[in-house]
């Protein structure tokens, strides 16, 4: 019988699929997809700190955004924030789910929660400035660590990556 890698790994009751990259001060994750377009969303961290996500409003679909230029705008029941892109390029597609139910992000941050899609124009050099694996996983530890932050809380309805 051979023993399956785990695909996503635990800190602090906080869960982080392997094989995303993550900016972990930010708590963003960014997925490559098999046609070169990635997919941007919140960690389980994010949406443990946040608490109840309300609402979330995205910036024009079709322009251009440079790193760190801000795509959409987060209000949760303890914060008002904007996610700030970890990749450059062209914003494709807002996930529209997120406008009815923005709760998603809580129930479902790594799958039905994401945030938007871009089409990268520097795809090797932002991902360069993230985190994957193993690498991620203790530079989460180490950031929990300092600042004292406790277990994730997972909603009823939770969906596992």
Same mark, same amino acid.
Request: hydrophobic share 40%; with cysteine.
């Given at each position: 019988?051979?023993?399956?890698?785990?695909? %996503?790994?635990?800190?602090?009751?906080?869960?982080?699929? !392997?094989? !995303?990259?993550?900016?972990?001060?930010?708590?963003?994750?960014?997925?490559?997809?098999?046609?070169?377009?990635?997919?941007?969303?919140?960690?389980? /961290?994010?949406?443990? @700190?946040?608490?109840? *996500?309300?609402? @979330?409003?995205?910036?024009? @679909?079709?322009? $251009?955004?440079?790193?760190? #230029?801000?795509?959409?705008? *987060?209000?949760?029941?303890?914060? &008002?924030?904007?996610?700030?892109?970890? /990749?450059?390029? @062209?914003? !494709?597609?807002?996930?529209?789910? +997120? +406008?009815?139910?923005?709760?998603?992000?809580?129930?479902?941050? $790594?799958?039905?929660?994401? &945030?938007?899609?871009?089409?990268?124009? #520097?795809?090797?050099?932002?991902?360069?400035?993230?985190?994957?694996?193993?690498?991620?996983?203790?530079?989460?530890?180490? %950031?929990?660590?300092?600042?004292? +932050?406790?277990?994730? /809380?997972?909603?009823?309805? $939770?969906? +596992?990556?």
């Amino acid at each position: 019988m051979t023993r399956e890698t785990p695909r %996503f790994a635990l800190v602090r009751s906080c869960i982080l699929p !392997l094989d !995303l990259h993550y900016r972990v001060e930010q708590h963003q994750w960014v997925r490559v997809e098999a046609d070169g377009t990635v997919t941007l969303g919140l960690s389980d /961290v994010a949406q443990t @700190v946040a608490g109840r *996500i309300l609402h @979330v409003t995205f910036r024009s @679909v079709g322009r $251009y955004y440079a790193y760190d #230029a801000t795509v959409a705008v *987060i209000e949760s029941a303890k914060w &008002l924030g904007a996610y700030r892109t970890p /990749v450059s390029g @062209v914003f !494709l597609e807002m996930n529209q789910a +997120l +406008l009815a139910d923005p709760e998603l992000i809580n129930r479902s941050p $790594y799958r039905r929660g994401w &945030l938007v899609r871009i089409q990268p124009d #520097a795809l090797a050099r932002d991902l360069a400035r993230l985190l994957t694996g193993e690498e991620a996983v203790a530079a989460y530890e180490r %950031f929990m660590a300092s600042r004292g +932050l406790d277990d994730c /809380v997972h909603c009823e309805g $939770y969906e +596992l990556p």
